[in-house]
């Protein structure tokens, strides 16, 4: 089934109307565009001879009033999704604008980027860190059924955005489907930070540096050197770098940040426009103005470390550098963006990239040399706030509730809402000053949900094996 995919660029929303947004970008225009002449293909006027007919049909002869402009825009969207090609979209001048700023960093939101897959909206990528979306707790893949009780089936994108934007501050209720489970999130429209690098040193071992990278933006590469420096001074000898959920951005700037790690001469990676490889980047000064990373480093991935991050992944392996986690998300396109007609332009995949050995990470993503994932508690969707949970009900929800429970140290299991989960309950609502009534209640949820975030990141596994990696270097 085609898949309709609609530009990341028309959820970006001023302060006043903030709406999702994530800061994933394929706009990687730089001399690689050069394409060889022979590669384009020809299309004569008897080719479009029936496109042009249908058209004279439609605005001489349709029953309503046709507006002749969107009756062309449409012929164009429909050519480019005719490609099949998640990537590859049809933009108003609008929405290049708007994509061109998010390029650039600044933006607001809840921080998650939709697409349409069976007319519903899905969020297509992991949300951005440290966002609203995330903290939420929603996921690349997770279905938008409803809008403050709003359904969203058949609905535009614009339509969409239109239900979620709002003021900072205020609150939007979203009904979600995750794989068969259904449940409902309460989210607080915010700014979504902008920073791209965070870095500190680790909490035990003050000569390990920690540094994450969430996204690829015009100022990552250069925000991770400073951030580098910084630690050095504070002592960091080595280096965690902590690509997980960092969903792509600008290719330049992962290839910068690549050859930091990099003997100048290495390859970074290989273009290939699926005749013949076009293309060969190499680390050097050109690209790091000679700013190196010497110190002992590792990396961590997982599946939703996309194109840039696993770009970074892929060149590090190849100079075997640690990679830890799990397999990556599997990108291996490049989109540009070229004008068409007066106010429109088509992003379009123009090129593929491979890994410095050649390899493919299509569909297959980064394999890891060693392996570590995240606990399963933390993979379980958020608890619904639709209903006020209490003993007697059961489900998956229940489920769900009990396995987080058990994760925090409380003696649940199973299906049902029972008294061991009550007592679990009313504990909590006790230690956080609420109303001990032992049913979860909205603001028992946010608490319980909390705990969990938390524990996920004390019981960070993959991190851990990251520090000992260092360790016994």
Known sequence: MQKKTLPVSIFLISIVCTVVITAVVTHFIEQKQAMDNDSVVKITRNDLDDVQDLYDLISTNYVDKVDKEQLIQGALKGMTESLQDPESEFLTAKETKDLNAKVAGSFEGIGANLQLENRLPVIDRVPVK???????KLKAKDIILEVDGQKTQD?????????????????????????????????????????????????????????QIDNFRETTALEFRTIIEQLRKEGAKSFVIDLRQNSGGLMAEAERVASYFLENG????QFSNNKKVISIDKAGKKIDQGFKVKEPTVFLVDQESSYGAELLAAAVKNKNYPI????????????????????????????KWFAPDGSSVEGKGVTPTIEADYPEYAKLPPISKQSNWRIGDSGDAIKNIN???????????????????????????????????????????????????????????????????????
Do not use: C, H, W
Request: charged letters at 25%; aromatic letters at 4%; glycine letters at 6%.
């Open 324 to 351: 830890i986690g799990v397999n990556t998300f599997g990108k291996g396109s490049v989109q540009s963006i070229s004008p068409i007609g007066k106010d429109n332009y088509i992003q379009l995949t123009i090129m």
């Open 130 to 136: 440290n966002s609203p979306a995330e903290k939420a």
């Open 155 to 211: 609905k535009s994108i614009d339509q969409v955005a239109n239900m979620i934007r709002g003021k900072k501050g205020t609150q939007v209720k979203l009904l979600i489907q995750r794989d068969n489970e259904q449940f409902e999130v309460s989210i607080e429209r915010d700014v979504v930070p902008e920073d791209t690098v965070k870095g500190a040193l680790d909490s035990k071992d003050k000569s390990i540096g920690s540094i």
């Open 266 to 269: 290495d390859t970074i990676a």
């Open 403 to 473: 396995t987080m429970l058990k994760a925090l140290g409380y003696p649940t299991e199973g299906s049902l809402f029972n008294e061991a989960t009550r007592d679990a309950v009313t504990e909590i609502q006790t230690e956080n000053n609420l109303s001990a009534t032992g049913a979860l209640d909205v603001k028992t949820v946010d608490v319980l949900q909390e705990k969990v975030f938390k524990l996920v990141k004390t019981n960070d596994v993959a991190y851990a094996k990251a520090i000992e990696t260092l360790k016994n270097k």
